[in-house]
């Protein structure tokens, strides 16, 4: 371990995978380690070489535009434009330096003496091409110069638009046959952009998740299908509900967003009040799942807008019980990337809306305003909340195969070990924890991530410090990077912060900070390769 080091604070809140006022450290050799290879066609630090070759394969992958692929790497990666154009190609500087040669050769210019040596200081800032080279590479790249970085482009805005608009928004054509060529080059653009996630988002897969989503809330504002389709449409639904975290949250979400954007074709046309009903009530689900989706890809602030979106959609068609679960997962939202205190008020306003009604929400409301009030430090009222939920649960149908959309035992033990535990209820948490490991999947990791922690605060009051922080260690080391594993290190990081500041020199807590430290970091270097 390397506990002894003098470490450097990173406040990783912008890279919206973990809540505020969580820290990573970082190894002060890490730059040392990752010291680029002189001459290498991918030099740069480490992270830099394996996010660069990340974005060229999901460019393949998504036959992105060249622009948008330069605007990729150089926000991502911290490189010039030239030297991404050059990227975006797939040429190495020997390949650029043969192809200006034969450039010139063609407009009846004698071959210029040029290496790739001089190109690379040209893509490095050290040494700036001469007009005659501009020139070649502006025709090498089909591009401007302010475009490889050499100049300002003074065009207005409102005139120009960038290639990621001309990709995603372009829906103002004039005849219907350019209008249907956008959106088809919007949906490729999408499925390529959104399949790939694994961590997070990208900035053009933010543009069109965002775009898609505001096609719909424009559609649901504004104001025939048979009924065999809109069964489809429903099952459609109920399929993607269940397939949550049984398919990995980049495929599920790249097409839970094309469908969304089919039903928002389809609720823009003339339909009858039921089909209308029936379709606005699919497409709230819809927005649910793809507002669950971005939590899991570290992405809370585009999930508070799909779970608004579906609100509107709800309200539209007055479904309380699915306004009061897209208000409950808001709460969930709150509670690991903002405050208990919202998380609590989300619940509450949650249970208001279930009402009598027998739905899910009614008993995953309650539950959920629990854990935050346990969080709050509040246990008396956090018990009393978590017992009516499972009062109401017992009386509700069983929902644990609709996957997102359900709230199953599994679930429920699992809050109520949660709750129970920082109760100091130990007794009772350990059982809840116990009859939640065996209901939940062996795949479902995440999760049982959790529960492994609240055994971890469990051991921790009843005084095992040791066993506590090694608990905690492990269920980190043994947990993969997937989708959802941000709110595993924020409450790893909860165990961290309830432990006595007595204990902070010892030889456990510092193992514990240390693997909390590489887990973190591990899952910021990995987010540039999404």
């Not at 302010?146 to 290639?163: C, H, I, M, Q």
């Not at 129970?420 to 991530?449: E, I, P």
């Not at 290190?489 to 514990?512: G, S």
Request: overall charge positive.
């Amino acid at each position: 371990m390397c506990a002894a080091h003098s470490v450097e604070v990173v406040d990783v809140r912008a890279a919206h995978i973990l809540p505020p006022l969580l820290h990573v450290t970082r190894d002060p050799t890490y730059r040392r380690r990752c010291k680029p290879r002189t001459g290498s066609a991918m030099s740069g630090p480490a992270s830099d070489r394996v996010a660069i070759k990340a974005i060229i394969e999901m460019s393949r992958r998504g036959s992105w535009a060249v622009a948008v692929t330069v605007q990729e790497l150089q926000s991502r990666c911290r490189v010039s434009r030239l030297r991404a154009y050059r990227l975006a190609h797939g040429w190495t500087l020997n390949e650029v330096a043969t192809r200006i040669k034969e450039l010139a050769v063609a407009h009846g210019k004698t071959a210029p003496r040029l290496t790739h040596d001089r190109i690379s200081r040209w893509e490095n800032g050290d040494e700036r091409p001469s007009f005659q080279y501009l020139d070649l590479l502006c025709q090498l790249y089909h591009a401007r110069p302010d475009l490889l970085g050499y100049g300002v482009d003074y065009a207005s805005n409102e005139d120009v638009p960038t290639s990621t608009e001309a990709a995603f928004l372009n829906q103002d054509a004039n005849d219907a046959n350019a209008e249907n060529r956008s959106r088809m080059e919007r949906r490729e653009a999408i499925r390529g952009l959104l399949s790939a996630a694994g961590f997070g988002l990208s900035a053009p897969a933010l543009n069109a998740l965002d775009r898609t989503r505001q096609l719909m809330a424009e559609t649901l504002e504004r104001r025939n299908v048979g009924d065999s389709t809109v069964d489809w449409w429903e099952q459609r639904a109920t399929q993607h509900g269940s397939s949550y975290r049984v398919r990995s949250a980049g495929q599920l979400i790249g097409d839970a967003v094309l469908d969304f954007d089919d039903l928002q074709q389809l609720l823009d046309q003339r339909q009858g009040l039921e089909v209308r009903r029936r379709l606005t009530s699919v497409a709230a689900q819809l927005a649910g799942l793809i507002g669950v989706l971005c939590v899991d890809l570290g992405e809370p602030g585009q999930a508070n807008r799909w779970f608004h979106t579906g609100q509107l959609a709800a309200e539209d068609v007055g479904d309380r019980a699915l306004r009061a679960w897209l208000r409950t997962r808001e709460a969930l939202v709150s509670l690991y990337y903002a405050s208990p205190a919202d998380a609590a008020a989300l619940a509450q306003s949650a249970r208001h809306l279930a009402g009598n009604i027998k739905c899910v929400a009614a008993a995953m409301a309650p539950a959920v305003q629990a854990r935050a009030l346990a969080r709050l430090g509040r246990e008396r009222e956090a018990t009393v909340a978590i017992q009516h939920a499972a009062r109401v649960f017992e009386i509700l149908p069983d929902t644990s195969n609709a996957g997102v959309f359900g709230f199953g035992e599994q679930k429920l033990r699992f809050y109520e070990g949660n709750v129970l535990a920082r109760a100091g209820m130990t007794r009772d948490a350990l059982q809840a924890q116990s009859r939640a490991l065996r209901l939940y999947s062996a795949s479902d990791l995440v999760d049982r991530g959790h529960v492994y922690l609240d055994r971890a605060v469990c051991l921790l009051r009843a005084g095992h410090l040791e066993e506590a922080c090694q608990s905690t260690s492990r269920t980190l080391l043994d947990l993969p990077l997937q989708a959802g594993i941000g709110a595993v290190l924020a409450e790893a990081q909860e165990v961290r912060a309830a432990i006595p500041l007595r204990y902070h020199t010892d030889k456990n807590m510092k193992d514990l900070e240390e693997v909390i430290r590489v887990r973190c970091a591990d899952l910021v270097n990995r987010q540039p390769s999404l």
